[in-house]
């Protein structure tokens, strides 16, 4: 077999830890064992594959699916499982080196899930569509986000795009001045959550990246809109990231949580800042106060409020 060509590490001071790198190699070894053994599955036993899925969707109300009548598909589907196999197997050899590979195993994934998906709702409500497509959207997004987190953080910090989402988050967060004025309180806000987030390491700023990410396709994905967050007037900014903070979905609650506590603790801190917020110096501390008071009550829940500030 053909070498693939490793990708340099990137610079000495931005390198991938170690802990991560020996998990994905498991994640993927994980992977191609999975993979390889579907594919034989499927090639010795593609009736009994089928009529397994319809017997787990006949308990939830799906009508089977037929046997196909011939073999040339199942021919292109266990090709389709030797490729994944092999991605799989040299990204587990190589994972920060080769993180190029996830990139084709996340996109046959989203395309085997996106058609599962279209067959679904267009032509026959089988479950082995439904099936296909929640087990290859999830293994999609695994392969496209270790590969966003294996991405050497630039020198500076975050990338120039993930810099842009956390700007236009920050304009949001300070109180409106003048547009020079707003600019220049939230650049500093962006470089001081940088610098803090630069002292955990490359792979909480990596993490960090692809939260940002996420929080900028948020209107595409939640909102059918067909702006990012980053492109979007401040207002319509304003209405995504409260929908956020009110959402069911927990991975969005926290998304934007996490945003507004970096920011607010660095936004706190300043005094002109707490003025303009009419937040006199003993708010916070009030508050922890009197959450250290209902910790030794016993009580639990989020954290009272303090009092009214004159």
């Not at 304003?238 to 936004?267: D, F, I, N, T, Y």
């Not at 009419?278 to 106060?289: E, K, N, Q, Y």
């Amino acid at each position: 077999m053909t070498e693939i060509p490793d990708q340099p590490a990137g610079n000495p001071g931005n390198e991938v830890p170690a802990v991560l790198a020996a998990a994905l190699a498991m994640i993927y070894r994980v992977l191609a064992w999975t993979f390889g053994l579907v594919g034989l599955l499927f090639f010795l036993f593609p009736d009994g594959t089928v009529d397994a899925l319809n017997a787990s969707g006949r308990w939830l109300g799906f009508p089977p699916a037929p046997h196909l009548a011939h073999r040339f598909w199942l021919s292109l589907g266990v090709a389709y499982m030797a490729v994944v196999t092999a991605l799989a197997a040299l990204i587990a050899r190589a994972p920060i080196e080769r993180r190029l590979l996830m990139v084709p195993l996340a996109l046959g994934k989203a395309t085997s899930s996106l058609t599962c998906l279209w067959f679904f709702l267009a032509y026959d409500r089988y479950f082995v569509y439904l099936a296909n497509f929640l087990v290859d959207a999830s293994l999609a997004l695994l392969a496209w986000l270790t590969y966003a987190a294996t991405a050497p953080a630039p020198p500076g910090g975050l990338s120039t795009r993930a810099r842009r989402v956390l700007l236009v988050v920050a304009e949001t967060f300070v109180p409106a001045r003048s547009p020079q004025a707003t600019l220049a309180d939230a650049q500093k806000l962006i470089e001081a959550v940088e610098a803090q987030l630069r002292e955990r390491g490359s792979l909480v700023l990596s993490g960090f990246g692809v939260l940002l990410t996420f929080v900028d396709w948020n209107p595409r994905l939640f909102h059918a809109r067909r702006s990012l967050l980053s492109e979007m007037a401040i207002s319509d900014r304003v209405a995504v990231l409260e929908a956020m903070e009110r959402s069911r979905w927990l991975l969005r609650r926290q998304a934007a949580h996490v945003l507004k506590l970096l920011l607010g603790l660095h936004a706190y801190s300043a005094p002109a800042f707490r003025r303009e917020l009419h937040v006199d110096d003993d708010w916070l501390p009030s508050r922890l106060r009197l959450a250290a008071d209902r910790r030794a009550r016993g009580e639990k829940g989020p954290y009272p409020h303090p009092l009214p500030v004159e």
